[in-house]
């Protein structure tokens, strides 16, 4: 049989394909990626001193897959160091310089202030718990880790964690909890816990950075370092092991094409690598179908103010009164310096609230966050330079209360497979470093059998044919 087109090909160029890819780039491959860019969830673009962000934005801290994998391409991060826990509390945003300090910052009822250090203490604990849970343990693998810290907490619904607290301590909780693109219902209580934990952890703050020029300069760099090997707007239909190769069917300018590789790294939502994956156990592809996203719609915003704005010093808001959930101001990072004039802002809504949103029309679901935008800085009115709406389905992902991964876990720490996965939904809650660290174990795991295959064939090359 002759030798298969390519060494690996990768679905998806999100950041688990376009880290798959990075890591196998001294193979022949090759790269199906859907849409007309690389990056995924992590959109941007450039405006001047500033940039529009649309998607995802905090990085981790050194020593991660996903800083390694950008000092290796040459893209630097940037401290955050406006505050992260502000609060919209009626008709005024709180900004306390520690999250224990809420209860005695907002102006609340003697119940509804007992509530919220009651559950604010629960938290916190829980954090503690989580993050000795994220702590590795020798011998374990990173997969075994994950799937362990991904069990934190997860036989029951974080709602069943908060409990009954009053009205409007609930929706402070159910909008923090939206981060998940899910109600505090829908995802088990280590994805609200792990959720507090990342970012509202005090020193323990492990997402605490921005992309230098934005979430988008990921896929804009990756795509020039790529080059060739990556094919846009291709639809792939079918991936199936044939024989000693696995057979990538797609669409691409009006017609089918079929491509070979002896690996093939799947890095695309869940739900849609159990659609055109054909050789997987039932068990892995009912865990792939099992897999719980939330939609959800964001939109970035160009300001032109002249001068100092109240949210300077404000990196992130979380929002229970308004339309949307967070507020976020993406100029933050730069304000170390002389303050120059206008500024970038991004709002997104989760959970049912995005659900509904999505039925309107992009002016609408603009018009809709901006009303309430500037109801807390009014401010802005007349200040707003250029809006997007980005509509990410099928967005986040997040695991419901009992879900079991197992299968897919199983399936991964096979010898046999030549068909892998990747992504952010391998974890209790979607991230980039979820993502990338994935990609870097399912690229492993294709080179090993690559050299396998190689050393079989320079072994029978080697013996001596007999006469």
């Known amino acids: 049989m002759s030798n298969p087109d390519y060494d690996v090909i990768v679905v998806g160029g999100g950041p688990s394909g376009l880290a798959a890819a990075w890591e196998l780039r001294d193979r022949k491959i090759l790269l199906l990626e859907k849409s007309h860019r690389l990056g995924g969830r992590l959109f941007s673009m450039t405006r001047g001193d500033y940039w529009l962000n649309l998607g995802g934005h905090l990085y981790p801290q050194a020593g991660s897959h996903m800083r390694n994998l950008l000092q290796s391409i040459g893209l630097e991060v940037i401290k955050i160091p406006g505050n992260k826990f502000a609060i919209q509390w009626g008709d005024k945003v709180y900004k306390p310089k520690a999250v224990a300090a809420l209860p005695l910052t907002l102006p609340m009822t003697v119940g509804e202030r007992v509530s919220l250090a009651g559950i604010g203490l629960r938290i916190l604990k829980a954090v503690k718990g989580w993050q000795k849970e994220m702590l590795p343990v020798y011998g374990e693998s990173n997969q075994r880790r994950r799937a ?194 206008g500024g970038s802002l991004m709002v997104y809504s989760g959970g049912a609230p995005a659900r509904a949103l999505l ?48 299968p897919m876990l199983t399936y991964c720490e096979r010898s046999d497979v030549d068909i892998h996965f990747a992504g952010d939904y391998f974890a209790e809650i979607g991230n980039m470093e979820i993502a990338t660290g994935t990609a870097h174990e399912a690229a492993r795991r294709a080179r090993v059998r690559l050299m396998s295959a190689e050393q079989k064939v320079n072994k029978l090359e080697a013996t001596p044919k007999s006469a």
């Not at 995802?187 to 934005?214: E, R, T, Y």
């Open 148 to 341: 362990r810290v991904a069990r934190y907490m997860s036989d029951t619904s974080f709602r069943d964690f908060i409990g009954k607290p009053p009205r409007r301590v609930e929706a402070l909780f159910q909008s923090a909890a939206r981060r998940a693109a899910a109600e505090m219902e829908d995802q088990h209580a280590g994805v609200g816990v792990s959720l507090f934990g990342a970012v509202w952890a005090g020193k323990g703050d492990s997402m605490a950075f921005n992309l230098a020029g934005g979430s988008g300069r990921f896929g804009e760099v990756m795509t020039e370092l790529l080059g060739d090997r990556v094919r846009f707007h291709t639809t792939v239909k079918s991936v199936e092991k044939t024989g000693d190769r696995v057979s990538v069917v797609f669409q691409a300018n009006g017609s089918e094409q079929t491509v070979t590789a002896s690996q093939v790294v799947i890095a695309i939502p869940a739900d849609q690598a159990a659609a055109i994956v054909r050789t997987i156990p039932d068990d892995v592809r009912r865990t792939l179908q099992a897999v719980q996203y939330g939609p959800f719609p964001t939109l970035g915003i160009i300001t032109d103010e002249p001068g100092p704005m109240p949210y300077d010093d404000i990196y992130a808001i979380t929002t229970p009164d308004a339309s949307f959930d967070m507020f976020f101001n993406h100029a933050n990072p730069l304000r170390t310096g002389p303050r120059k004039p």
């Open 359 to 406: 039925s309107k029309t992009d002016d609408e679901i603009r018009d809709t966050y901006l009303a309430d935008i500037y109801k807390m800085f009014p401010q802005l009115k007349g200040h707003i330079k250029e809006t997007i709406v980005q509509r990410w389905v099928p967005g986040n992902t997040y695991r419901p209360a009992g879900f079991d991964f197992s």
